[in-house]
């Protein structure tokens, strides 16, 4: 019996893993699904996302406050990210993108790394533990959790009944004829990127409040990230939270019955035997609502 | 203004400039020795990585990955069969290059941002695995090797390596064994139409570049004496190959060793006068390049007609197809 528990608890864990990596993994997948862009620099706006809350929480705002003005910020980032980076090489093929993007991660990881050094840090909001009979649930992940779900549904919601997201998933679906319609594509794209990043930020918010994390940990995110998307198809959106379940329980179970060491292994593992099999997903791509 | 040379002398210059590099360990203080062979370091990998993104348009995040296979299959040979340096370099390009074989038939498959972040993948994942296969590796703790007698060997086997790669790119320029391979970046399903074995192509520019990484992995781990995960995979040494092959020109043959020597010495000015920022600036630089002048300094040159030849665009041109990248194209 006992050994059934703790399976139990084992996937508790991973499905409170999963709903952060999903609202990360949707932002990667948004910004894909709308500009054809692979932002290898979402892991890095993750990580500025963990350390500007960190910063501010050595100012003395407390990191719940600060998880508004992350996501205000980080908007802002990427929006001038894709205003002045992004948008010159939007209609170029892949490899300027893909090129463009890894210039802005080095610049963000190794500004990470000057500002706030390559010690890890931790933030330590609410320790205290929930015991439902023998199952013990950290308060913290919880709150993290409930936080990142209904973000997810929020983003949903907006997605799929609001005129922005109509306009959204249009430029989704056929960018050329979305234009003809009458929608300004570029400002949907700024706006997308935007929108990618306050999530990359608020998902990095999350983790320095759960883990212990340093500057360079866009470098394991992205991968992760990618992994989730790849496994969920990239350009599908309900796909991702699969994908998300899927990673986040292969790295909490080998986190478990071995060493972080062998989930870091493990998590590439995935992520490359995901590529290799099914590089359009598990699920299947293309569907994106 | 047309730069012309008739091949004689062309290879005279070749040999006289040889000659000269040959020199240095012999009259040139270590400070330079040191300098020039790290450069030529560098000349061998942005070669080797040009093989691969620079002709065939497959972008690859983790080319290092190889370079610390060969890291490590030569701190293993020395270490445990105790082979004499020079042969254990030269078989650890060699299994680099075996390896590469499998690994970029599975790679290769993968296209655009797949192969990028799959490369990428690739690297991090063998560094996490050098990190806990212990029995092999030694783990975090390393690999002593016995320290270098001399370091003019260093010298010789890094310009002989440099000197090999810039001749196999030199071939393949001007071969139509190189123009197949071009028409991997320029139309991969059209050139497949036409009857070209991608495949082969894309696998065979993989595994050159590997033999290449594989052998400068190799004569480095001697060099240093020491491996260990950080130091057969370095993330900066991925970094700095990527933007110098960029910075030259990806795709031309005197793009790699261009931007390797020009950005060997702003390294090494970088290092000495802001440590901290160095690879801040290394980022807004190749966000520059890519939008200012993606064909590289040698894009510049023959786009203004100053050099001779055709100039073709080392990124592949043309509007991109809006067309979801499903994996299947």
Known sequence: ?289 | MKIRLSLLPRVGLFSIALLILALVPAIASTYIVTFVLTLFMYIALAYSWNFISGYTGYISFGQIALFGIGSYSCAILIFKCNIPWFLAAAMSSLIAGALAIPLGLIMLRLKGPYFAVGMMGLFQFLAALAAIWKSLTNGATGIYLPPVSALSYIYFAFLGLAVALFLATWKLEHSVFGLRLKTVKEDEEGAESVGINTTFYKAFAFVVSALGCGFAGGIEVFYVSYVDPTTAFPAVLNITMIIMALLGGMGTYWGPLIGAVLLGQVSEFLWAHFPYFYLIIYGALLAFIIMFMPSGIMGYFHKRKMLKGGGDSPLPDGPMTLKPATGKE
Not at chain 1, 72 to 79: A, E, P, T
Not at chain 1, 115 to 143: A, Q
Not at chain 1, 237 to 262: D, I, K, Q, S
Request: some cysteine.
């Open chain 1, 1 to 289: 019996m006992r050994g059934s528990l703790l399976v139990l608890q084992v996937m508790i864990n991973g499905l409170l893993l999963a709903g952060i990596y999903g609202v990360a993994a949707v932002g990667l997948n948004l910004i894909f699904g709308v500009l054809r862009v692979a932002n290898i620099a979402h892991g890095d706006f993750i990580m500025l996302g963990a350390f500007i809350v960190y910063s501010l929480s050595t100012l003395g705002v407390s990191p719940l406050i600060g998880i508004p003005i992350v996501g205000g910020v980080l908007f802002v980032l990427g929006l001038l990210t894709e205003r002045f980076l992004v948008e010159k090489v939007v209609y170029q093929p892949m490899a300027y993108s893909l090129l463009l993007l890894y210039a802005v991660s080095i610049l963000l990881r190794n500004a990470g790394l000057n500002l706030w050094t390559s010690n890890y840090v931790s933030l330590n909001v609410m320790p205290g533990t929930l015991h439902i009979g023998s199952l013990t649930i950290s308060e913290i992940r919880l709150v993290v959790f409930i936080i990142a779900v209904s973000l997810t549904v929020f983003f949903t919601f907006i997605l799929n009944k609001t005129m922005v997201g109509k306009t959204i998933r249009a430029s989704i679906q056929h960018p050329d004829l979305a234009g003809a319609c009458g929608i300004d594509v570029r400002k949907v794209r700024a706006l997308t990127f935007g929108v990618g990043s306050l999530l990359a930020g608020i998902t990095g918010t999350f983790f320095i409040m759960l883990f212990s994390v340093n500057p360079e940990m866009g470098d394991m995110m992205i991968l992760k990230l990618f992994a989730i998307v790849i496994v969920g198809g990239l350009g599908n959106y309900l796909g991702t939270f699969v994908g998300a379940l899927v990673v986040a329980m292969a790295e909490t179970f080998t986190g478990f019955y071995a060493t972080t060491e062998y989930s870091d292994v493990a998590v590439f593992f995935l992520f490359l035997l995901s590529l290799i099999l099914r590089p359009q997903g598990l699920l299947g791509g293309g569907k994106t609502t």
